[in-house]
């Protein structure tokens, strides 16, 4: 993969070779997250309302292949725009330990088709991070599910000055 690059994920497979290339964004953080309703109100006054959003999300961390040295400045930031987003649960409790990411991965899921009982295969966005379980004082891991989604494109944005 080049510098700056334009990555697009619609399929488990492609999504492993995209997160792979980032590392799955391992010790990296979202330095913003954006929520982006598709609902409108129409010129009759009337509501349109999908149920979908699009996420966008930047990351910033350092991309480096495993065990080597980074191959980007340390202030990079990867820029990813999530389509026809579902089942949105962002968990950002202080036992998070910094909100640091451990792994960002993407597995196949199902959901609701709008709004409808019948369901539709997507893809789900999972993020695993150290929990502090204060009681027992130490650290675990966890993963959840961010939410559904249709695709994504992940793009390298230059680094900072």
């Known amino acids: 993969m080049t510098k700056q690059s334009s990555l697009r994920i619609s399929s488990v497979e492609e999504a492993a070779k995209v997160l792979d290339y980032f590392n799955g ?39 480096y292949p495993s065990g080597e040295a980074p191959f980007h400045p340390h202030n990079q930031i990867v820029h990813a725009r ?50 502090y379980l204060e009681e027992f004082r130490r650290f675990e891991l966890r993963q959840s599910q961010l939410f559904t989604f249709a695709e994504a494109t992940f793009q390298e944005e230059p680094p900072r000055a």
């Open 25 to 63: 964004f391992h010790d990296g953080f979202m330095k913003r997250v954006g929520i982006i309703s598709s609902d409108e109100i129409d010129e009759d006054h009337g509501q349109s309302c999908t149920g979908l959003f699009e996420v966008e999300i930047d990351f910033a961390h350092y991309n």
């Open 82 to 131: 999530f389509s026809k987003v579902q089942d949105i649960f962002c968990d950002f409790r202080e036992g998070f330990l910094g909100n640091t990411i451990i792994s960002l991965s993407v597995a196949l899921a199902n959901r609701r088709k709008g709004g409808a009982t019948s369901a539709e295969p997507c893809l789900g966005l999972q993020l695993t991070r150290h929990f």
